[in-house]
C-alpha cells in the first residue's frame, strides 16, 4: 500500500498539548509510523504526500454511548419498523456518524455481533465499534418496555433482557457475553424513557450488580457499564466496580466522591433529554417522556459540572439514538457549557473516551503506533468549538489509514 504524509496542518494531539503548527502525520499499512513538525519527519521513498493546506489535526473522535438500532423514541415507528428495514436504518446511521467525524464507538445496546463484523470486513461505513448487544434490565425497570394495554413489549424490541435475581441476572450475564458483548450494560435506575419508572428509582440490588461485574472478569475482565441516573443506583454500580456511569444525572457529593476513589468514568449524554424535548413534536413522544425530560435537563447540566469541577473523568457521549445519529458532536458544546474548556471536551472524546472503552492503547491519541483514525478540520475548534458540528468543516476523515471523506482541493 505504501506510505501516505499529510503535510501543512496544524496538529491538536488528543491529549492535551499545545497545538503545533507546520506539522504532519505519515501512516502506513492503517497505523501512524509518525507525526509533529514535518521538518522532523523522514519521509521514505514512493511516499503519497497530501497537503493539508493548514487544517486543524485531531484524532478520530470517540463517542461512548450510541445506539445504531434506534431511530428516535416514538413506540409506533418502533413497533411498525420491519426487521430488515431496521438493519438498512442502522447501517445509514452509523455511515451518519463515521461521517460526522467519530471513527470509533460504543453501541450501547442493539447492535449485535454481525454488525460488527460487517465493519470490521469493511462491509459497511461505519465507526469501530465495541458493542453491549442488550441491556439488562429488572421487570418494571429501564430496558421493560410495558404498556397498560399491551404488556410487555420487551421482546419485540430485542435491545433489552428482563432478569431479577441473582441467578437469573448471572445466566443473563452469560447469555449476552456469549452472544458477543464487548461490555455489559445494566439500567441500575430508571430513565427519563421508562415507560413504568422514574430517573431516581434504585434497580437491581448491590448483591446481583457484584455478579454483573464478577461473570464480566470471568470471561476475560469485560467491563460493565451502567444506566444510572438516580444516586442510589449510581453508587450502588460504583461500589460493585463499573467502569462507566451513563447520563449520571442526580449526583450527590456522596457519589461524586466514590467516582473519583474508583477512578469511575462518567459519560454525561447531556445531548439525551434536550433530544427529548426537541424531538416531542416532530416524533410524537410520549408526554411522560416529555415532562420527565423537562424536569432534569437541568439539574443533569448541574450535575456533570460538578462532577467536572471534582475532577470526574469525562468520557463523550450522546446516547445517540434518542437524538439524531450524526449530530453526535453537538456534545462537545453541552460540555463546554458546563465548564469544560474547548481542549478539554477535545480529549473527553479522543483520550479519555479512547480509555474508558478499553481502545486507549490503539487510538484517542495521535502518536505512532496507534491505528490511524484522524480528523483535518478548516476551522480552529479550540476558538469555535461548535464548528466541530458543521459538516462543511470537516476537509478530511481518514479511518484505519483509509480516507473516508476527502475535500481537499488537488
Known amino acids: 500500500m505504501g506510505s501516505t504524509l499529510l503535510r501543512n496542518v496544524i496538529l491538536i494531539d488528543g491529549v492535551g498539548s499545545p497545538p503545533i503548527p507546520q506539522a504532519a502525520i505519515l501512516w502506513d499499512n492503517g497505523k501512524i509510523t509518525d507525526v509533529g513538525m514535518e521538518s522532523a519527519i523522514s519521509v521514505p521513498p514512493n511516499t503519497t504526500i497530501v497537503d493539508g493546506q493548514g487544517g486543524y489535526l485531531l484524532p478520530g473522535f470517540i463517542d461512548c454511548h450510541v445506539h445504531f438500532y434506534s431511530n428516535g423514541i416514538g413506540l409506533e415507528s418502533s413497533l411498525m419498523t420491519p426487521p430488515s428495514l431496521l438493519v438498512i436504518q442502522a447501517i445509514k446511521n452509523a455511515e451518519s456518524t463515521l461521517y460526522s467525524g467519530i471513527t470509533a464507538v460504543r453501541d450501547a445496546g442493539g447492535a449485535d455481533m454481525g454488525f460488527r463484523q460487517a465493519q470490521l470486513a469493511g462491509l459497511i461505513e461505519a465507526p469501530r465499534m465495541k458493542i453491549a448487544v442488550k441491556i439488562l434490565s429488572t421487570t418494571g425497570g429501564h430496558g421493560d418496555e410495558f404498556y397498560p394495554a399491551l404488556g410487555s413489549v420487551t421482546p419485540l424490541m430485542a435491545m433489552s433482557a428482563v432478569c431479577d435475581g441473582p441467578d437469573e441476572v448471572r445466566k443473563t450475564v452469560r447469555q449476552v457475553l456469549r452472544e458477543g458483548a464487548d461490555v455489559i450494560k445494566v439500567a441500575t435506575t430508571g430513565g427519563v ?103 432534569v435537563v437541568e439539574i443533569h447540566r448541574e450535575s456533570i459540572a460538578r462532577a467536572y469541577r471534582a475532577g470526574v473523568k469525562i468520557a463523550m457521549g450522546t446516547d445517540a439514538g434518542v437524538g439524531i445519529h450524526g449530530t453526535n458532536l453537538r456534545e462537545l458544546e453541552l460540555l463546554c457549557d458546563v465548564g469544560m474548556s474547548p481542549m478539554e471536551a477535545i480529549i473527553a472524546s479522543t483520550k479519555t473516551a479512547a480509555d474508558c472503552i478499553g481502545w486507549g492503547a490503539n487510538m484517542g491519541s495521535l502518536e505512532p503506533g496507534k491505528w490511524a483514525d484522524f480528523v483535518l478540520v478548516r ?26 471523506t476527502n475535500k481537499i482541493a488537488r
Request: net charge negative; no cysteine; aromatic share 6%.
Open 379 to 404: 476551522q480552529n475548534p479550540l476558538d469555535r468549538i461548535e464548528s466541530l458540528q458543521e459538516l462543511d468543516n470537516i476537509a478530511l476523515i481518514v479511518q484505519n489509514g483509509n480516507f473516508i
Open 193 to 295: 424513557l421508562s415507560t413504568a419508572d422514574h430517573p431516581s428509582h434504585t434497580q437491581f440490588s448491590p448483591e446481583e450488580l457484584q455478579i454483573v461485574v464478577q461473570e464480566g472478569r470471568y470471561h476475560g475482565n469485560t467491563p460493565a457499564m451502567a444506566h444510572a441516573q438516580g444516586a442510589n443506583g449510581i453508587k450502588n454500580a460504583i461500589r460493585a466496580g463499573f467502569r462507566s456511569i451513563e447520563h449520571g444525572i442526580y449526583l450527590d457529593d456522596e457519589a461524586i466522591e466514590l467516582m473519583l476513589e474508583h477512578g469511575t468514568y462518567l459519560v454525561p449524554t447531556l445531548h439525551a433529554p434536550m433530544s427529548v424535548i426537541e424531538l416531542a413534536e416532530s416524533q410524537g413522544v410520549m408526554k411522560s417522556f416529555v415532562e420527565k425530560a423537562k424536569e
